[in-house]
């Protein structure tokens, strides 16, 4: 038996093609030469865009065929033509032909010997990544062959690896690195039953860094490729830099399957920073197997299709509309045939029913309108006969006309209710040519919502707003529709999308929007904050400022905030214990991955707010160690810009104790007050270990060091006055919530 490496030799510059997209509807049969068996090859999954040529190109081409589970015989030098077509003289019609694409580094071809190798032992071939993927993509697929079948046949062939790409197309966001937990470099060659991993699989962390000054940025490409992993979900790790803050996204990749493309999505705007997978791209059915496909079942004048619906040429495929619709197909089988359904499709609902006395069957399908963002799905009915597959029907069901990416998903009742506050782009949409879309809102509703021109033709962004101080953002939802139509108005859709509008008080500080108050309870509970229409200050008319100062003392605790530490999202209530002040539920140790400056600007903070960084805190500073003294005083910050200050101490009692002094930082530029004082920081369980006047600000994107501010009496006998800097502190010590507001693109007053 000749190696395949020599074979390869003497095709080179002409076994080389590369395979047509198709699903199931597209596969042509080809005649066949002097009664050969004519096999036209596809590549399964595949639609324009999803795969470059080389996924589907194919330099080499084998088969086997089995026979009561032991190999028959090998077709070694397969020639497909320029329409991928190529033709086998097999010695008898009958057993299973399994092909193998560019198995050159995978698959010793000469150890396979007719008469020995057994089936069993063919299925379990093994190979790493390398191996399926070191000349060309490897490609497998199976023939069912019958005395009676056609000579002329298709066959999908399905990828054995699946690709993994990275998608980091936001402005801003620079992917450092990439881990996914828990890989097996080696697969199976063939489709497993039940998918999975060999058995004595190894499996480990799979890494790509990428350099400093080349980070992956404004660019989608393949990741890498993996073998079919054995169920498990993993978890995947993204560095990432945006804007000059670094995360830590996490995210987990579902089962692993062949012929599957999973995006690693990373997304970086605004509040909106995290990471998705999608799974799409090659995967277009359900079936491990590439099964025949002959054409002609459905009977044309028997059956009764959907209105804007149509039939493939070949009569075994129905393309099925988007909108509501009914339709009733008869099959033509033999009297030993049985009907199999096999997939899912939103809102259809397929019944099978034999007619009586006859070699058919009646199949009812009801379709409910697909939701916009919906995709191509297909159902299969599959045909048996002496429980060998003989044929398939598919039905293919169309999208909806809108497109839509993003956060928005409609319900089968066309809502899309986000049941917190959500703002920032919350969607793209993209319609057919001669559709507009339009907002409507209920007469005593806001414009929360705003369409802007999309990035393309008939597109729009989706964007929610924020109103500043709204002093009815108290949880009410707010709701917007979405009316698509044509463009006279005619064939309206209406879509609902829903929020709960929450607002905090803000003050805007050179273009950033302060929060006025520290965050108390958990981080991301609205209703246990101080919201706009609880505004203290507000309420009493006066500054922020004059309420600190003049307020009970209880009531100045209250608007001091808790204490936090990272990870935790649950505030820590100040407590005293008779002798010293401490925070109920300090823990003596938190992993350094908790660092504020590791974590999310947003994920210790209620949403469409963020914990401020370094520079958001510089502006009120000249430099990173700046002694304010005590009293008022002026200076110009690092940007040049004017500020004055006033500092005010006040000694108060807390919980029946003598808190002592606490420091009111009253910061003045242009006339808007930025307004500073807090809790003293926690810094070990130890009895006594609380700095009162120490108050150590959140600070996110950078490890091991914060903002401060250091404060000390006045009446303090070394003068030491009091700073702003920032400063080392690690991880275990407590932290003073203070937000900003994420910025969005869309303020409504």
Known sequence: MMKLDKILVALCGVLTFTLCGCDASDLVSQPGSDGALAVRLAARGMSEGDATDAESQVNALVACRFENGILSEVFESL????????????????GRVFFLANATDAVDVGALQPGVTTLEHFRQLEATVGDMTGQGILMTGVLTLSPDMPLQVSLALERSVARIDLDASFEGVEVKRVVIKGISETGYVNAQDT??????????????????????????????????????????????????????????????RRNTVYTLKVYGKGADVRVEVLSEGWESGLSSESALQSGGWIDREASVLPEGGRLSEAGDTVYVPAHRNQMQLVLKTGADVDVRVQGRAYGVVVDLAPVSRTARFAVDVSCLSRLP????????????ERQVQVGRVVLSFRPSPVRVEGLVRFDTDSICDFARYVDGRLATFTLEDGKVMRLEFDAAEEPWLRLDEGPQANS??????????????????????????????????VYVVKRQNWGLPVVNINGVWWCKYNLR??????????????????????????????????????????????????????????ANFYYEGYQDHVNAAYDFGALEAASMAPDGYEVPDYDDFRFFSWGNDCALGYGSHSFNNQLGQHLSYTITERTVTFKGGNYGPINIYDFDYEGNHWVMSGLGHQWNASAGSLSKMMVLMATSGRSGKTWMLEGY???SPQGRATWIKYADHNQHKTRTIRCVKTPVNYIYR
């Open 79 to 94: 020639l497909p033509d320029v329409d991928g077509v190529c033709h086998l003289r097999p010695s008898q019609m009958g």
């Open 373 to 384: 963002g919906s995709i191509q799905e297909y159902i299969y009915l599959d045909l048996y």
């Open 195 to 256: 998918g999975g991993s060999p058995s004595d699989s190894e499996f480990a962390d799979w890494s790509k860094t990428f350099e400093d000054d080349a980070p992956f940025k404004n660019s989608k490409s393949t990741l890498c490729y993996v073998a079919e992993q054995d169920g498990r979900s993993h978890d995947v790790e993204i560095e990432v830099d945006i804007d000059g803050a670094w995360h830590r996204l996490k995210t987990k990749l579902p089962a692993v």
């Open 713 to 715: 009496p006045a009446n």
């Open 460 to 493: 729009y962004y989706l964007e929610g707003g924020w109103k500043p101080n709204a002093p009815n953002a108290d949880g009410r939802v707010q709701t917007g529709k979405l009316v698509v139509s044509d463009a006279d108005g005619r064939n309206t859709e």
């Open 521 to 578: 309870g958990h981080v991301k509970d609205f209703a246990a904050q101080i919201l706009v229409k609880d505004d203290p200050a507000a309420q009493a008319g006066v500054s922020v400022a004059d309420y600190l100062k003049t307020c009970s003392d209880d009531d100045f605790l209250a608007a001091l905030g808790d204490q936090y530490q990272g990870g935790n999202p649950e505030g820590l209530k100040l407590a005293y214990d008779g």
